[in-house]
């Protein structure tokens, strides 16, 4: 009885040494510095959910943000220069960029940039408003993943709720 538990002891501890670091590699922490994290995460849309608010963000995506250059035309984080950042630039398309971060985290990082990355801050070329309307239209690349608020604290999860778990490879991306 003894051997089998240190087996299994031994088992569990080899599982965690090799998945903990392949699943922290692609779980990226919060862009927004600690002291401004709290006041990101409360931060709301004031924009109605509509297709002319989409309209609007789609142009300034494609248009005076430059966002396609880095996160590429549908938003996959494979733009024309992505392949010369580090870290490579968010995949919009993703899940798990969704689950795991308020829209006013992501308003944040575009307003004032994200420390550590190539994404610069556009607080001198965006107003708020252009900033909450690029972020409806960001969401339409998750193909409903990115729509709602059900998942994380105040996320931008699945309506309806759900286990807010992870699955597969770059989940945070």
Same mark, same amino acid.
């Given at each position: 009885m003894e051997k089998l538990l240190s087996v299994t002891l031994a088992v569990m501890a080899a599982a965690?040494?090799?998945?903990v670091p392949s699943i922290a590699q692609h779980m990226q922490p919060s862009r927004v510095s600690i002291e401004h994290l709290e006041e990101a995460r409360a931060l709301k849309s004031p924009?109605?959910?509509?297709?002319?608010?989409?309209?609007?963000?789609?142009?300034?995506?494609?248009?005076?943000?430059? +966002?396609?250059? +880095?996160?590429?035309p549908e938003g996959a984080g494979d733009g024309p220069v992505a392949s010369q950042l580090n870290p490579s630039p968010r995949n919009f398309q993703h899940h798990g960029f969704w689950r795991h971060r308020t829209?006013?985290?992501?308003?944040?990082?575009?307003?004032?940039?994200?420390?550590g990355t190539s994404m610069v801050g556009f607080a001198d070329q965006l107003t708020d408003e252009d900033i909450w309307a690029l972020i409806q239209y960001e969401r339409t690349f998750a193909k409903g993943h990115g729509h709602g608020r059900g998942m994380g604290p105040g996320g931008m999860g699945h309506r309806g709720g759900g286990s807010g778990g992870c699955e597969g490879e770059h +989940?945070?991306?």
């Open positions: 965690v040494v090799t998945v924009l109605p959910d509509s297709p002319d608010v989409v309209e609007k963000g789609k142009a300034i995506y494609h248009g005076k943000g430059t +966002c396609a250059n +880095c996160h590429g829209e006013g985290e992501i308003f944040w990082v575009i307003k004032h940039g994200s420390p +989940c945070d991306r």
